[in-house]
């Protein structure tokens, strides 16, 4: 597939819409619209037997959902993806790690964005007063143990996608 044109439709300082024409392998051309959003990194806080969430208000699901500390700059790429793991786990979560052990990078949704996540695991953990934004101020962070985790991500507590597959990541790094 060769991309033939391609404009922006819509932007703002988060994301950039693009719809762009393409030309398949048999000559014949289609439409792909694509969502051009940064990297973000996202921290396994790993407490002994224990695994922290943050819970906050997500406003393009309507919800609230506990996930793992994650995020992305909004004004300056980070450095390295590591650095900003440990900003995130100490901003959101209010945990500072001794140590950071990298499990791999993941998309988001190859389908339609172009973004992914790099996926840490944080551990000898302290706790740091935490540094949320104005749309974090309503955030809450909890300790669950490992098993209470799984239940609740089986029974659908736990929604967020970026949470679920960096779980199964470690999972398959353990």
């Known amino acids: 597939m060769r991309t033939r044109s391609s404009r922006v439709v819509y932007e703002n300082r988060w994301i950039a819409v693009r719809e762009d024409v393409v030309e398949r392998g048999d000559g014949s051309t289609g439409i792909y619209g694509v969502l051009d959003k940064r990297d973000f990194a996202l921290a396994i806080p790993l407490d002994g ?6 819970e906050q208000y997500r406003y393009p699901v309507g919800d609230r959902l506990l996930e793992f500390p ?10 390295d993806a590591e650095g900003l793991a440990r900003a995130e786990l100490e ?14 990078y993941l998309h988001q949704a190859p389908g339609v964005a ?4 790099d ?6 953990l302290e706790p ?38 960096s779980w199964g990541l470690f999972l398959l790094h353990s």
């Open 49 to 54: 037997d224990c695994v922290w969430l943050v």
């Open 70 to 79: 994650q995020g992305t700059w909004e004004d300056e790429p980070p450095a």
């Open 91 to 104: 901003e959101e979560a209010g945990l500072r790690a001794a140590r950071m052990r990298h499990l791999g």
């Open 114 to 117: 172009t973004l992914g996540f």
């Open 119 to 124: 996926v840490f695991v944080a551990t000898e």
């Open 128 to 165: 740091v007063q935490p540094r949320r934004s104005i749309t974090e101020q309503d955030m809450r962070a909890l300790r669950v143990t490992v098993d209470e985790f799984e239940r609740m991500a089986r029974s659908g507590e736990i929604r967020d996608a970026p949470t679920l597959a």
